[in-house]
């Protein structure tokens, strides 16, 4: 059985900020696969669903993004899914606009998300799927500003690319594709 999280913040006003980018790859993804998220439970929304004679569980946690692993740990939990088939799919505003990075485990770094999602699963031996966002060379405020604010309508085509090549990667996860391979794929 394979889990999916895309990490983000649930109401309407976050919608478009950098920081939901892993709503948005998670959306992709599901739109790829023609399912919706049906269920309501484990601090979040999901749906649950067979590909390739496997169960996936697609997650989207209804959290806010700092509480993130309480939704990951109950749903993991709850379908005794092992960590190293759980797949993560966030920003990250270490890599520039457009990039993609696929990881089979390591530190959350400073993201508050995948902090929480690292200490509730007690591992850091996950993959996950980053999607680049580092701020503009010409941005002067708060991080936490930036990653709050729209995606700029400039950076729209790259972000697009972005999503589809994230959402790819994820696919080819749910598909058994064995994690090396899919960031020798989908990296860069």
Do not use: W
């Amino acid at each position: 059985m394979y889990l999916v999280v895309g990490l983000g913040n649930p109401d309407a006003k976050y919608k478009n900020n950098v920081h939901n980018l892993g709503f948005m790859g998670i959306d992709a993804l599901s739109q790829k696969l023609g399912v919706s998220f049906d269920k309501k439970g484990h601090k979040g929304v999901y749906t649950v669903f067979s590909k390739n004679g496997e169960k996936v569980v697609l997650l989207k946690p209804h959290t806010y993004m700092n509480l993130s692993g309480e939704s990951v740990q109950s749903i993991a939990s709850f379908y005794k899914i092992p960590s190293s088939n759980i797949l993560v799919i966030y920003d990250d505003i270490d890599f520039d606009i457009g990039t993609v990075k696929i990881r089979a485990k390591g530190s959350a770094g400073t993201h508050n998300g995948m902090k929480s999602v690292v200490n509730m699963l007690g591992t850091t031996e996950f993959p996950r799927v980053r999607i680049g966002c580092k701020p503009p060379s010409d941005f002067k405020g708060d991080l936490v500003d930036y990653v709050l604010s729209n995606l700029r309508a400039e950076d729209k085509p790259f972000f697009d690319s972005a999503l589809d090549r994230a959402s790819d990667a994820a696919l080819s996860f749910i598909k058994g594709e064995k994690i090396d391979i899919i960031m020798n794929k989908f990296n860069g």
